[in-house]
């Protein structure tokens, strides 16, 4: 999947890249005369992700009356896979924000090559798929383990940061013009973003039997880039369609008791948001 992800950006930032030189167009926004413009848009989003080696660690040695243990594991899944759980149906009958939602905060400078700066953020979630045969590797409650192992979610482990995974990120900008309409009220643009940020998930994991739904924390870091299209119109309304390649990091992922996880994967995601633009 990581091939593709960045086959397909690399393609889409070509095409980007062999336009750059063009003359810019006198479209709302990018006006020299102004001081920029902000802009607010929200969307959704579908996911995809690679596999992830998640490794749990607890060296307390504390006793736990749930289990029965003494907490004091130390072992590795390896090439667990996990899905999306994008809640679309949600989007009217509920609350807009129970699905996959996404949100942009951001500003254009005032020059003709269309910069800009940007707070990205995506409510993403991610489900680590149940009864996975996978191998597993460490130490469970002083006893060595090196064996395929079925994942089971009600006695031994299920894992998901399905309050999100959450991705913020802080971009910046390149829009260059494709095509204006003869009266200048609609543009098509290309658009690309690259940046870096932190993750902050909430993680509802359950180990050997016992379950708890974290609290929101910094877990870690993201980088990657997004790049697609972006439709304006009567200067203040557009809509951006984009597809985006990211790298996350889990470093500290939250368990039970004095427990830790971590893990790393590969994310490709298809966005669709609607805007307000507000030049200055």
């Not at 800009?116 to 680590?128: P, S």
Request: charged share 20%.
């Amino acid at each position: 999947m990581q091939k593709k992800v960045f086959l397909i950006l690399l393609i889409i930032t070509g095409i980007l890249s062999s336009i750059v030189s063009q003359e810019i167009c006198d479209c709302p926004g990018q006006s020299t005369l102004g001081k920029g413009s902000f802009y607010f848009s929200w969307g959704y989003n579908k996911g995809w992700y690679s596999k992830s080696d998640l490794h749990f660690k607890n060296t307390s040695g504390e006793y736990n009356p749930v289990t029965g243990n003494y907490d004091s594991y130390d072992f590795t899944v390896y090439g667990a896979k996990a899905k999306d759980r994008p809640g679309f149906k949600d989007i009217l009958r509920t609350d807009l924000t129970i699905p996959q939602y996404v949100y942009r905060f951001g500003y254009y400078f005032n020059n003709k090559r269309d910069l800009g700066i940007e707070i990205n953020f995506d409510h993403t979630k991610y489900v680590m798929i149940d009864y996975q045969n996978l191998h597993v590797k460490g130490t469970i409650h002083g006893q060595e383990i090196d064996t395929d192992t079925i994942l089971s979610p009600i006695d031994f482990l299920k894992f998901e940061h399905t309050n999100g995974a959450n991705f913020m990120m802080f971009n910046g900008i390149k829009r260059q013009r494709f095509l204006v309409s003869a009266n200048k009220k609609y543009w098509l643009s290309g658009i690309i973003k690259l940046g870096a940020g932190i993750v902050i998930p909430k993680t509802d994991v359950t180990l050997f039997g016992q379950r708890l739904d974290n609290r929101f924390h910094i877990a870690g870091f993201i980088t990657g880039v997004e790049t697609g299209l972006r439709f304006d119109a009567f200067k203040h309304i557009f809509v951006e369609y984009t597809a985006k390649g990211t790298y996350a990091n889990y470093l500290n992922v939250l368990v039970m008791g004095a427990g830790k996880a971590n893990h790393h994967f590969w994310t490709f995601e298809n966005i669709l948001t609607l805007g307000i633009q507000i030049p200055l």
